[in-house]
């Protein structure tokens, strides 16, 4: 026991230390970068639970959806419409959850109790995705609007507003902002991985590993595909409220690039983990950033090439890759010291 301790107690001190050191860069940050630094990490942070939104569906649920971004678009102009009308951030925020559930409930319904292949939902989705993304681009003019919201069309609603304080009413600063970005962000994350550790998480993972024999213990595979589709849907939402926020709404968010970029990004991270579809996220985003800034090549082609370089070299993706190579080193390292490590009867001599 007193062993177990004595390893497990430098670690427990290099996690908390980096926790700490974590806590206060992002204390620092938005209040010692510039103003476009702090706008774009917002803007990274959103995306990144958009990540965790479709992580958790394919990656856990073992349901790929080609139309996330539909959710994602949702999600924002249901915050910028109903923010528009009532003037109630508040209220607006739980529209953006609550319209992509909803949405994701009727749609996911005929998807999974009409019984239909992996390939016809993937399909499905997307269809649905380019439906949403040629009816929004289609809303320009005066006559397009929902109560006192234009939806704009191509144009989309720049004047959304901004988040304001619950009890004050004041807009959240942008340095508040990323700070209210990142709290979601880690509570999304924890919301997730709490789930996937109840007993609802495991039936998901029983059905996603084996539906025929899931259903044959008794679980309800369609009802359980349905409740994790709507979960992964108001996740979206959330983090197009987000977007938002730092970004104006246009219908580019239902686009398919869209729909492609948050695949990727699932791929790249690694299917069945949470950490590594968020790093894959930020990370990519900053490549494309960079790329886009200096025109040094087409970001989209860069994205491809990753893409392909991944799915052939590294299928299981970068956090399961270097979660078993260090493994692997470990493993070396414990071999090596059980070579060198003296005997019984070599430390009595």
Same mark, same amino acid.
């Given at each position: 026991?007193?062993?177990?301790?004595?390893?497990?107690?430098?670690?427990?001190?290099?996690?908390?230390?980096?926790?700490?050191?974590?806590?206060?860069? =992002?204390?620092?940050?938005?209040?010692?970068?510039?103003?476009?630094?702090?706008?774009n990490a917002t803007l990274y942070v +959103?995306?990144?639970?958009?990540?965790?939104?479709?992580?958790?569906? #394919?990656?856990?649920?073992?349901?790929?959806?080609?139309?996330?971004?539909?959710?994602?678009?949702?999600?924002?102009?249901?915050?910028?419409?109903?923010?528009?009308?009532?003037g109630d951030t508040t209220i607006a925020?739980?529209?953006?959850?609550?319209?992509?559930?909803?949405?994701?409930?009727?749609?996911?319904?005929?998807?999974?109790?009409?019984?239909?292949?992996?390939?016809?939902?993937?399909?499905?989705?997307?269809?649905?995705?380019? !439906? $949403?993304?040629?009816?929004?681009?289609?809303?320009?003019?005066?006559? #397009?609007?929902?109560?006192?919201?234009?939806?704009?069309?191509?144009?989309?609603?720049?004047?959304?507003?901004?988040?304001?304080?619950?009890?004050?009413?004041?807009? =959240?600063?942008?340095?508040?902002?990323?700070?209210?970005?990142?709290?979601?962000?880690?509570?999304?994350?924890?919301?997730?991985?709490?789930?996937?550790?109840?007993?609802?998480?495991?039936?998901? !993972?029983?059905?996603? /590993?084996?539906?025929?024999?899931? /259903?044959? *213990?008794?679980?309800?595979?369609?009802?359980?595909?349905?409740?994790?589709?709507?979960?992964?849907?108001?996740?979206?939402? $959330?983090?197009?409220? $987000?977007?938002?926020?730092?970004?104006?709404?246009?219908?580019?968010?239902?686009? =398919? +690039?869209?729909?492609?970029?948050?695949?990727? #990004?699932?791929?790249?991270?690694?299917?069945?983990? =949470?950490?590594?579809?968020?790093?894959?996220? !930020? $990370?990519?985003?900053?490549?494309?950033?960079?790329?886009?800034?200096?025109?040094?090549?087409?970001?989209?082609?860069?994205?491809?090439?990753? *893409?392909?370089?991944?799915?052939?070299?590294?299928?299981?993706?970068?956090?399961?890759?270097?979660?078993?190579?260090?493994?692997?080193?470990?493993?070396?390292?414990?071999?090596?010291?059980?070579?060198?490590?003296?005997?019984?009867? /070599?430390?009595?001599?």
């Amino acid at each position: 026991m007193s062993q177990s301790l004595v390893f497990r107690s430098p670690f427990a001190v290099h996690i908390g230390l980096a926790g700490a050191a974590a806590l206060a860069a =992002l204390a620092i940050f938005p209040q010692a970068a510039p103003l476009y630094t702090v706008i774009n990490a917002t803007l990274y942070v +959103s995306m990144a639970i958009f990540a965790l939104s479709l992580a958790l569906l #394919w990656g856990y649920g073992g349901v790929l959806c080609f139309g996330q971004s539909a959710f994602f678009g949702l999600g924002a102009y249901a915050y910028a419409v109903v923010a528009l009308n009532l003037g109630d951030t508040t209220i607006a925020a739980f529209a953006a959850i609550l319209v992509p559930a909803i949405f994701a409930a009727l749609l996911g319904y005929f998807l999974f109790y009409g019984r239909l292949s992996d390939v016809y939902l993937g399909v499905i989705t997307l269809t649905a995705t380019l !439906i $949403l993304f040629k009816l929004v681009n289609s809303t320009g003019g005066d006559a #397009w609007r929902i109560g006192s919201a234009r939806l704009g069309g191509f144009n989309g609603i720049p004047n959304t507003p901004l988040l304001k304080m619950p009890l004050t009413g004041i807009p =959240l600063s942008p340095a508040q902002m990323f700070g209210f970005a990142v709290m979601l962000l880690f509570g999304v994350y924890i919301l997730c991985k709490v789930l996937i550790a109840t007993r609802f998480g495991r039936a998901v !993972i029983a059905v996603r /590993e084996n539906e025929v024999r899931a /259903e044959l *213990l008794g679980y309800n595979a369609r009802r359980l595909k349905l409740s994790i589709f709507c979960i992964s849907a108001a996740i979206a939402g $959330l983090a197009g409220m $987000l977007f938002a926020n730092v970004v104006f709404v246009s219908p580019t968010m239902f686009s =398919l +690039s869209t729909a492609a970029q948050v695949l990727i #990004w699932v791929v790249v991270g690694g299917l069945g983990t =949470l950490m590594g579809p968020v790093a894959a996220c !930020i $990370l990519l985003q900053i490549v494309t950033v960079f790329l886009g800034k200096f025109g040094l090549v087409d970001p989209n082609i860069v994205l491809g090439i990753i *893409l392909i370089v991944f799915v052939v070299f590294v299928p299981s993706g970068i956090l399961p890759a270097l979660t078993g190579l260090a493994q692997q080193l470990r493993s070396r390292r414990g071999q090596a010291g059980g070579d060198l490590a003296p005997t019984k009867k /070599e430390q009595l001599s």
